[in-house]
Structures are given as C-alpha cells and as structure tokens.
Antibody, heavy 118, light 108 residues
Framework: EVQVVESGGGLVQPGGSLRLSCAAS????????MNWVRQAPGKGLQWVSL???????YYADSVKGRFSMSRDISKNTVYLQMNSLRDEDTAVYYC????????????WGQGTLVTVSS | EIVMTQSPATLSVSPGERATLSCRAS??????LVWYQQKPGQAPRLLIY???TRATGIPDRFSGSGSGTEFTLTISSLQSEDFAVYYC??????????FGQGTRLEIK
C-alpha cells in the first residue's frame, strides 16, 4: 500500500528552524516526483517545493533561499529543512507524491502543523 | 506567475442535482489542469488530471472539461459525500505550480 507520513512539525519562534520528514512506503521516493504543499489555517493550498526523481529541486519564490528539500534514498524519506521561519509560514505541510511526472498529486500524507509564533 | 481564479467561492446545491464549478487561468495553460477535493480535516484527494481524465477510483459522476484558460468540473448528481472544497491547479508554467483559491460546495 502506498503511504506517506509526515512528521517534525511544531511550534517555533520567528527566525527559527525546523526540519520536516516525509517517510514513504509502498514505493520508492527516487522513482517519483515528491512535493511539499502547505495550507495556512482556513486558507487554500500553496505549492512549496518539488524534488525530481533525478534529484533536482525547485521552490516557490516565497521560500527560496530559506527552505531546502532533500531525500535519503536508503531511508525512503524526503525532508524539508526550513530556516529563517516567518509568521506567514504557519501552515499544515503536506507531502505529496506525483508518480508519473504529470504534476498531479496522487498520494498525500495527513500533514504536519508548523506554527511560527513568539 | 499564473493566477488561477475559481468561481463561485461557495456553491449551494441540493443532493441529486448537478454542480458546475469553474476555474479560470490568467493565461493559457493548455490542458495542464488538475482538480482536487478536500474535506474538513483531511488531505486533498486527486480527482481529475489533464483537465478531463478521472484519477483511479473516481466515480464517473465527476467530469472535467476545458482547455486554455477556461475549465469546468461537473458533478452530475450530488451525493452527500461530495460536499467539500474543490481546488484547481495548473502546471503549464512552473515554478510555481499554482492553485485556485477553492470553491466550497455546500448542501442547499
């Protein structure tokens, strides 16, 4: 069964850092496009980042230079390192799998909540 | 950045009736358009990709149409489980991949 499970969310002060994890099962992260999508409380969906099967990464302008996406193939896990966090980064962060490179997100985790507040 | 605009913001429809949701792109995205459904407290669920192709396991009462800048998601006969928020998403010009702001489909 295909599954992704996010972890690592929590409360952090502005300017702080956090690393989110997305553990995959039932498929290999190295064979899929993996994405992070976030949703601020009561708001819509916002794409954050993508890692290609080949390892290239792409980011939304709002997080470029502050967030970094990576993966550990041996652990079948992708990560989102978030630095210099701002109030507006408060959101539920979802890990989403795109198995075909069609930029349609077929499998999602349950999300992990990141709250940036002093 | 491509801006996706969904209308209406809220749509009230009775069970058994047809619902028509719209999504407009600020410039042509061809058929590189995806639809999701999201229920409260849940992750989004993929419904439609390539503007009109149903994802695996999606009932045939859901259909997508359109190309260029105008797209429509139609639910032919609403079931109780269909009341949710629906999002469109484009990937023709990326990064960034962009979503519409959502349409809330509520019971009339």
């Amino acid at each position: 069964e295909v599954q992704v499970v996010e972890s690592g969310g929590g409360l952090v002060q502005p300017g702080g850092s956090l690393r989110l994890s997305c553990a995959a099962s039932g498929f290999s992260v190295s064979d899929n496009y993996m994405n992070w999508v976030r949703q601020a409380p009561g708001k819509g969906l916002q794409w954050v980042s993508l890692i290609y099967s080949g390892g290239s990464t792409y980011y939304a302008d709002s997080v470029k230079g502050r967030f970094s996406m990576s993966r550990d193939i041996s652990k079948n896990t992708v990560y989102l390192q978030m630095n210099s966090l701002r109030d507006e980064d408060t959101a539920v962060y979802y890990c989403a799998r795109d198995p075909n490179g069609y930029f349609s997100f077929e499998s999602w985790g349950q999300g992990t909540l990141v709250t940036v507040s002093s | 950045e491509i801006v996706m605009t969904q209308s209406p913001a809220t749509l009230s429809v009775s069970p058994g009736e047809r619902a028509t949701l719209s999504c407009r792109a600020s410039q042509s995205v061809s058929t590189n358009l995806v639809w999701y459904q999201q229920k409260p407290g849940q992750a989004p669920r993929l419904l439609i990709y390539d503007a009109s192709t149903r994802a695996t396991g999606i009932p045939d009462r859901f259909s997508g149409s359109g190309s260029g800048t105008e797209f429509t998601l139609t639910i032919s006969s609403l079931q109780s489980e269909d009341f949710a928020v629906y999002y469109c998403q484009q990937f023709n010009y990326w990064p960034p991949i962009t979503f519409g702001q959502g349409t809330r489909l509520e019971i009339k």
